[in-house]
Each structure stands twice: as structure tokens, then as C-alpha cells.
């Protein structure tokens, strides 16, 4: 998958309008994974192709090599036409097993495809509300921003919360399909890893910048977050350095569009200090994933854009 994914990135990358681009993009994990499927199939029919024409002797009438092949699909497909009729014991039984093995693929297929597109459609319901929140792309410094201007910042607990477990549905079903990982989202500007990206970073402002309320559900969603980059980041072997992957001036542009929203912010020298010290478990990763995948410019992550100045 990932030897495939750069060609098939870098082909996208000559597309100069970005909505064609995108659309380029989003069609590589659903391709992907028909062909998978489709592959798995074709080579179980050749498989059980080859062996049916060691066995023509005992099928009747003897098929050539084409037919055996021929044989094996209708077996595997359960279609029986008839035309062709095991009359060994052992040529009965591979017929028989094909039979069962088509029935067994599709099963497995349908179970598959169930929990691949619910799995799709968790991750995508929270980025797209997520969204509302925190912007398009979004922001950790806008969730923040917005949260504080609505004077509902106490209520920004309840986002951690459940980016707490949105990442821990994301972890599990990211390593258990790791195809999930290639599909886009279908809207705009979003992404499942610019969501994971502005969470991590909303909390880690909170930890070490604001001065305002408890931060324990802050806490608990970081360090839940950081798992899922670490993990993610060590299964797809992504670079992994002890880096902020940002520079002073643009938290302290951050700093100042937190303070205008009317938060307390602790002293800039100090609270740099422990934000880099803290992003540092984090950003290097997310800055390969979210350039890997291609994701939709975000604030802070992937591209090395400085922070918009509020509207």
C-alpha cells in the first residue's frame, strides 16, 4: 500500500485545480480496496484452476488448461452449469471445497466491508462536527478562540471527552483496517488527521498556556491522542524527533488571539517553554502523517504557514 501510494500521490500532485485533485485522491482507497478483494478472488480461482487440471483426468469431460480454470470459477462462484462433472473422490472434494470457499469469501467480504464503511462513517461523523467547532481546517487555537468567545469555555471538557474516545475508535480501527487510513473525508477542508492534530494541539495550549479552569479532561485527551500519533506513526514507520515543529513567533501569535478572546494566558517565556516541551512528543509524527496522506493545509500541521489573524 504504501510503496503504491506515492505514485499514485505524486500523479495527483500534477493536477493543478485542487477540488480535481482532491477528487483524484479520494478514489484511491475505494479502488484500492475493490482490487484487493477482486485480486483475493482471482487468485483463489487460479489456485483451485491448477489443481482441478492436475485432476482432469478424473472430471469429465477432460478439461484443457483454459477449462479447468473455467471449472474452478464456476465452482468457486457456485454457478454449476453442469457442463463439467467430478467423478474422482479427490476431484469431488476440491469441487466441493471451491464451492464452500466462494461462499466463505463472500461472507467474509460482506462482514469486511460492513466494518470498514461503519468504522468510516464514526471517524467522519466527529471530524465533520468537529469542524463547526474548531474550523475548516481546523484549529486548536480556534476551537480554543471560539469556545472562549461563545463564554463556554467550561464546555470545552466535553470536546476532549469525546476526542478522547474518537481516538481510541480511530486507533483500533486504523490498525485493525489499515486501508481506513487512505480514505479522504468527502468534505472540504477536512481531515480525519487535522482533526487529531487540533485536538492535541487545543489541549496542549490548555496544559501549558491558559491559566483558566481545570485541565484534567485536557490532560487525559492528550496523552490519549499522543498514544494514537505514536502508535500510527510506528505502524506506518513514520519519523518520529523530538521537535516542537513550530516557531516562537507563531505561538506567540497564538498567545495574543487567545488573550484578545478573553483568556488568562500564563507568561509567554514560561509557557513556551512547556508547550514546545510538550508538542514536541507529537508534532514530528503528525507532521509526516499529515504530509504522507496529503491532507488538506491545517494550521500547524503539514504546511509552515503562520497562524491567521482572527476575522
Not at 9 to 15: E, S, V, Y
Not at 81 to 106: C, E, H, I, K, P
Not at 182 to 191: K, L, W
Not at 218 to 238: G, W
Request: with cysteine.
Amino acid at each position: 500500500m504504501r510503496t503504491t501510494w506515492p505514485v499514485w500521490k505524486g500523479l495527483a500532485l500534477r493536477i493543478e485545480d485542487s477540488d480535481a485533485r482532491e477528487d483524484f485522491l479520494g478514489s484511491y482507497a475505494p479502488l484500492a480496496l475493490v482490487s484487493f478483494l477482486l485480486t483475493w478472488g482471482v487468485l483463489l480461482i487460479i489456485g483451485y484452476g491448477l489443481i482441478l487440471y492436475g485432476l482432469r483426468f478424473s472430471i469429465h469431460p477432460a478439461p484443457n488448461f483454459g477449462e479447468a480454470f473455467y471449472y474452478a470459477g464456476v465452482s468457486f462462484l457456485t454457478i454449476g452449469y453442469g457442463d463439467f462433472v467430478a467423478t474422482g473422490g479427490t476431484s469431488r472434494f476440491v469441487s466441493l471445497l471451491a464451492g464452500g470457499n466462494g461462499f466463505a469469501v463472500v461472507a467474509i467480504v460482506t462482514a469486511f466491508l460492513f466494518s470498514v464503511f461503519g468504522a468510516f462513517a464514526t471517524r467522519e461523523n466527529f471530524v465533520i462536527t468537529f469542524g463547526t467547532r474548531a474550523g475548516a481546517p481546523p484549529s486548536g487555537v480556534t476551537l480554543l478562540e471560539t469556545y472562549a468567545l461563545l463564554g463556554i469555555l467550561e464546555d470545552v471538557d466535553d470536546v476532549f471527552e469525546d476526542g478522547l474516545r474518537w481516538a481510541a475508535a480511530v486507533l483500533e480501527s486504523h490498525l485493525a483496517y489499515p486501508i481506513l487510513a487512505y480514505f479522504r473525508s468527502s468534505h472540504d477542508n477536512e481531515s480525519w488527521i487535522g482533526a487529531l492534530g487540533a485536538l492535541l494541539d487545543a489541549s496542549t495550549l490548555k496544559l501549558t498556556l491558559l491559566a483558566d479552569g481545570p485541565d484534567g479532561h485536557a490532560k487525559l485527551c492528550n496523552m490519549m491522542l499522543r498514544h494514537t500519533v505514536r502508535d500510527l506513526a510506528t505502524y506506518f514507520r513514520f519519523e518520529t524527533d523530538p521537535r516542537p515543529g513550530i516557531e516562537r513567533q507563531e505561538f506567540d501569535v497564538a498567545r495574543d488571539r487567545l488573550r484578545e478572546a478573553g483568556l488568562r494566558v500564563r507568561d509567554a517565556d514560561e509557557a513556551w517553554v512547556q508547550f514546545s516541551d510538550l508538542r514536541s512528543n507529537y508534532a514530528t509524527a503528525l507532521n509526516a502523517m499529515a504530509t504522507f496522506f496529503n491532507i488538506p493545509p491545517a494550521q500547524w500541521i503539514g504546511d509552515r504557514s503562520y497562524l491567521r489573524p482572527p476575522h
